[in-house]
């Protein structure tokens, strides 16, 4: 699914050789005359779920991350039962980007889950064409408060179950059941470590972004 870099068109001065060495450039970066499909995407979701994972694999440029070392402070609020490795959480939120289909590239925000730092979620989602809201079977109440958000302000929104080792596998329609999540609303279950799960995880809610917005 990744786009395959190409030569620059002629009349195009080819970028410096550092950068080439950076990433891999996309075709809407070596020629000029044409512009990417610009889209802002939102990764929410209960604390310690895998937001920042997901954002960090598929990221084709370094992320940006307001990781803050966890202390004996946030014991009371910050429940690492399920998580006990744990020993960073973002405080801001986190930024990486990834491109689609040649031009179609996705600017991906993740949020804080925190509800200390809810706050900000009006914020991060201003201007995004939908959101992903991460959930763990474990601890599936921990989402409900990023579903009731996007089903109050209308943002197209998807399920993505991050399925942790040695948990037990649900079946998307049981994740549905236990959630009550409209049957128009696609849910996955994906791994948020691996690349191409999360791909596919990103390319299901445009797909849902379009077909409920179309204009």
Not at 72 to 96: C, H, I, N, R, Y
Not at 126 to 132: P, S, T, Y
């Amino acid at each position: 699914m990744d786009s395959a870099v190409s030569d620059a068109a002629p009349g195009v001065s080819p970028l410096p050789a550092d950068l080439v060495e950076q990433e891999d450039l996309k075709a809407w970066q070596t020629d000029r005359t044409r512009a990417p499909i610009a889209t802002k995407i939102v990764v929410a979701g209960g604390f310690g779920v895998g937001k920042t994972t997901l954002v960090t694999t598929v990221s084709e440029i370094q992320p940006l991350q307001t990781e803050a070392l966890m202390t004996e402070a946030s014991e009371e609020t910050d429940d690492l039962t399920a998580t006990p490795e744990k020993l960073t959480t973002t405080v801001a939120m986190d930024f990486g980007r990834i491109t689609l289909d040649d031009d179609l590239v996705l600017y991906l925000f993740g949020t804080p889950g925190q509800q200390r730092f809810w706050f900000m979620w009006d914020d991060l989602v201003r201007g995004a064409i939908g959101a992903v809201v991460l959930a763990d079977t474990r601890r599936l109440e921990d989402c409900f408060p990023a579903l009731d958000y996007f089903e109050s302000s209308g943002l197209p929104y998807m399920v993505a179950v991050n399925h942790f080792d040695d948990t037990e596998r649900f079946e998307p329609e049981d994740v549905r059941e236990a959630l009550t999540v409209p049957r128009h609303i696609p849910v996955m279950i994906m791994d948020a470590r691996r690349r191409i799960s999360v791909i596919e995880t990103l390319l299901a809610l445009v797909g849902h972004a379009l077909d409920v917005t179309p204009e």
